[in-house]
């Protein structure tokens, strides 16, 4: 198969952990005789620096032309420290959304057995959760209107949804639904929200179209609780833009690390894949950040494109390097000096080698890619 893959690093750590995607690719390129093709672009913090904008008009003209987009992070602590800044990093990213009509991001949790005692949650409450959100991504407070007032004393922002954007994002979580556990949980605050009202009624009425899945509703407050507490009675949870946003960022407490969830942002012509931490700019060029989350996306790509073998090849050297306990300091109290690079290195050597029995820690430990 030939791909043409968008390549969006962006800023803080985002170039150190998209390079370890790009690199499994490339191994996956190799062993499965596809090419793969990389077009790399500009954006966020390292974009307004070189152009003036988070979003230039080249980026996106790279990102429509892609069969998929690979995106880092995007952030700065000069903006995040600028409550005043006009333009910001995130920009970017919102616009990028909006540009390409990714109207549904999909962010599957996985409490992987090797590394439940690094969750500061009970291993009873977590050990064999296996669940995915459904984040609406292109409408709700994010994208509404925004006022202040002229003395900068009063502002708001608008939450706004239509009745389509609910129902392309619901169909496709209640296919999702269909090929799992036949069960979807819609988290909304319809006791408060008019907007969460307009979901209940949508998804109420699409949910005969599926009467094989069992449609639950929860409110957003109980669903935060509820991840934490026994997060195994969710499926699939379909839900709004922030509230998906706040949940999936909850739920890596109980995987261990933030550094370990991947994404997936779906529309009708584009698809991106990203891992759904940010910037972490304090973190940059350190070698400490986990690069696991975004060559986890790069599976996700795989898995869009119906190459499944390949993408379990990446799944399968993932979980070889947690159960080896080569991974970055988040997950690490075995070894020192674990570098993102090195787990980058571990894993495209596992793609080019899966049936060795013998791996040699001490290789990748002192920087080599072979393993003997």
């Not at 706040?246 to 550094?259: C, F, Q, T």
């Not at 997936?264 to 400490?288: C, L, Q, R, W």
């Not at 990446?314 to 997950?331: A, N, W, Y």
Request: charged share 25%.
């Amino acid at each position: 198969m030939k791909l043409n893959i968008g390549v969006l690093p962006g800023d803080g750590i985002g170039p150190e952990v998209t390079a370890q995607a790009v690199k499994v690719l490339k191994a996956i390129a190799i062993e499965f005789n596809h090419i793969f093709t990389f077009d790399k672009a500009l954006v966020g913090a390292v974009a307004i620096d070189k152009t003036g904008s988070p979003l230039p008009d080249e980026t996106i003209e790279i990102c429509k032309k892609a069969d998929a987009i690979l995106f880092g992070a995007i952030g700065n602590t000069k903006y995040d420290d600028d409550p005043d800044a006009t333009i910001r990093p995130e920009q970017g990213l919102l616009g990028l959304r909006k540009a390409l009509d990714l109207h549904t991001n999909i962010r599957p949790v996985i409490a992987y057995e090797d590394l439940l005692n690094k969750s500061s949650l009970k291993v009873k409450a977590i050990k064999d959760t296996n669940l995915v959100i459904y984040r609406e991504l292109t409408g709700g407070i994010y994208f509404g209107e925004q006022k202040l007032s002229a003395d900068g004393n009063i502002a708001s922002d608008t939450c706004e949804y239509q009745r389509f954007e609910i129902e392309r994002i619901a169909h496709k979580a209640f296919k999702a639904a269909q090929s799992r556990k036949r069960k979807l949980t819609l988290v909304d605050k319809a006791n408060v929200l008019e907007s969460s009202r307009l979901w209940r009624r949508v998804v109420k009425d699409i949910a005969k179209q599926y009467p094989d899945v069992k449609l639950d509703y929860t409110y957003i407050d109980n669903a935060a609780m509820d991840l934490i507490i026994n997060p195994r009675q969710f499926d699939v949870i379909l839900t709004e833009n922030m509230f998906g946003d706040i949940l999936s960022e909850e739920a890596s407490v109980i995987v261990g690390s933030i550094g370990l969830l991947a994404s997936a942002s779906i529309g009708d012509n584009h698809v991106m894949f990203e891992p759904i931490h940010g910037a972490y700019t304090k973190a940059a060029n350190k070698g400490i950040a986990n690069p696991i989350a975004s060559i986890l996306s790069a599976a996700m790509l795989l898995d869009h494109f119906g190459l499944d073998e390949e993408a379990n090849r990446v799944r399968e050297g993932v979980d070889k390097s947690l159960k080896l306990h080569i991974t970055t300091p988040d997950l690490n109290n075995k070894y020192d000096h674990i570098s993102t690079t090195k787990v980058g290195d571990f894993i495209e050597d596992f793609i080019h080698n899966p049936d060795e029995t013998n791996l040699n820690f001490t290789n990748i430990h002192l920087g080599q890619s072979t393993i003997i």
